[in-house]
Structures are given as C-alpha cells and as structure tokens.
C-alpha cells in the first residue's frame, strides 16, 4: 500500500470467490481461469477472512460470486453462518442445473436464508451459454432477485422486448451490464457512442441516471418493471489527493480470494488489513445525476 486507505460509510463491499468451479464456460467471464487449478483452495481460510472483515467493518455488504456460489450449498452454508445480520449479502448465480443438486435443494436453500439473504442475482442472457433452469423455478426463490443480463459484443438487440416480457410476468427487476472489461474512466458516463444505451432509450421509457467515482445505474421502466444499464470500471480503487493534500486509496471494492487471502483490488493487489483497520470513512458518492430514480 502507498497510500492511507478511504471508504464509504460502512465500508467496502467485499467480494468472496467461492472456493469451488462452476460447470459454464461463459465467453466474457475473466474468472474462469482462476479456477484452472484448485490448489490452494480453502473454505477455512475464507472463514477466517470474513471473520476479520466483520471485526473491521461490521456493517459492510458482502457478494459471493465465483465460480458457482450454489454449486456446494453445504460450503456456501457454512459462509453464510459466520456473517452476523448487520451486513447485506448478495449471491450472484446462475441458478443452475446440477447433476449433484436438484433445483427443489436449492429453493430449499433459499427458504432456510431468506433473511438472510439482501438478494440474488440471477444470471440470464440473451444468447445462452448454459443449461439454464425453468423461469418458473427462479420465480419461486424465497428471497428477493434480480436478473444480470451482461449484453455482451454483437447482442441481438431486437430480441430485447421479448426478454424483459419473460421476466415481466414475474415482476422481476432487470440489470443489464455493460461488459466490464471494456469500460474505461472516459467511457463510464459517455452516452452518445454507447450502442447499449441507445438501444434501450429506443425501446423502453428513461427515467433517470444515478452514480459515483466508480461505477453508474441508467434507469429505465417498462409497464412498471424497473430495469437499470449498469457500467462499473474493472478495478476498485481511486486514488485522490483531499484539500488537505492527502492522498489516499479510495476502495470500493474489497476481494477475498479463494485460498482466503484479502485484496484491495481486482487486479491482484494486497490489502494492507492492519492498515484497514484504520480506514477514514467518507459519504457514499453514489448520488441522483439526473431525472428521477425512484424504485
């Protein structure tokens, strides 16, 4: 670390790889290779690392992504023990189909942690690269979700009204993404080149625009289903210089990987945890740029 650390109220969100492979060979995932060789892996080490970020940051949220968070529910289980009921977590999934798990076992699972569980995002793309399980399945998880929709290079941009109609008769948000790989400082809030924005103005009714340093949501509605276009930078961390002339490492985004070390960032980066443990707060910059955003 070069620099004293700075986060938002209630502190970074942290991000835990699960320590087990999914069965999907998605063509934008970056995290497929991570998983190559499992060496090294540790449900244990996680634990401990969740532990320590409670004990720093008692009221941050946590995502678990991967890989496949459902793929081992007993792990996943064990994961979700240890966060006390001050944080948010998220689950990010593909609800798939397993040979090892039945679908009702993973609704079960839904039924058991429903308050514990803030939300779980639901991946769902126009072009299918898996097996994917029955819309009505995803409409009986217990908790909240959302579906993830990454429109990812040459889409099918006509298909869209028909894909957010199969989720309307559920009344389940959508979250199209931007492929984040591709997004830069000078593309972030750019609107006029963006071919995904455009396609959704043409299609669905704007409402307004909402975000930060990092990351932005525009929002749309269609017969009063709330859908939002989401672009975030692929890395975490802003390093700004305040009035007073300090500078510091502005962190978003904190990384628990799976053998159970602690980044700072999605690039690889270390965090210094004693160093986190003397984080300075900040307001949350996330903010209403424009129209109106209400859900």
Known sequence: MSNPYKTRKGGATVTVFVPYD?????????????????TGFSLDAIIESIRTMDEITPYCDFVFTGG???????????????????HKVYINTTFPVQAHTTLDEMLAFTERNRD??????????????????PDEVIARIACPTRI???????????????????FLKYGIPVQFRYDYTETTPDNLYEEENDRILQ?????????????????????F???????????????????????????????????????GEIHSDWTGVPLDVEAYRNVVFEPYDLHVINGTVDF
């Open 22 to 38: 999914c069965q999907n060979n998605c063509p934008f995932c970056i995290n497929k290779r991570e998983y190559a060789d499992c």
């Open 68 to 86: 496949e968070p459902l793929a081992n529910l007993d792990a996943l289980q064990q994961m979700l023990d240890v966060i006390p009921t001050t």
């Open 116 to 133: 514990k569980i803030t939300c779980m995002n639901i991946s769902r793309h126009l072009q299918k690269y898996v097996e994917e399980s």
């Open 148 to 166: 993830n929709c990454v429109l990812y290079k040459h889409y099918p941009a006509h298909k869209l009204p028909e894909y957010v109609e199969r």
């Open 199 to 219: 396609d959704l103005r043409s299609m669905f009714t704007y409402k307004g625009l909402d975000g930060c340093r990092m990351r932005n949501g525009f929002h």
């Open 221 to 259: 509605a269609y017969k009063g289903l709330h859908m939002t276009y989401h672009k975030t930078l692929p890395y975490s961390t802003i390093v700004e210089t305040d009035e007073n002339g300090v500078t510091y490492d502005i962190l978003y985004d904190i990384v628990i990987k799976q053998n």
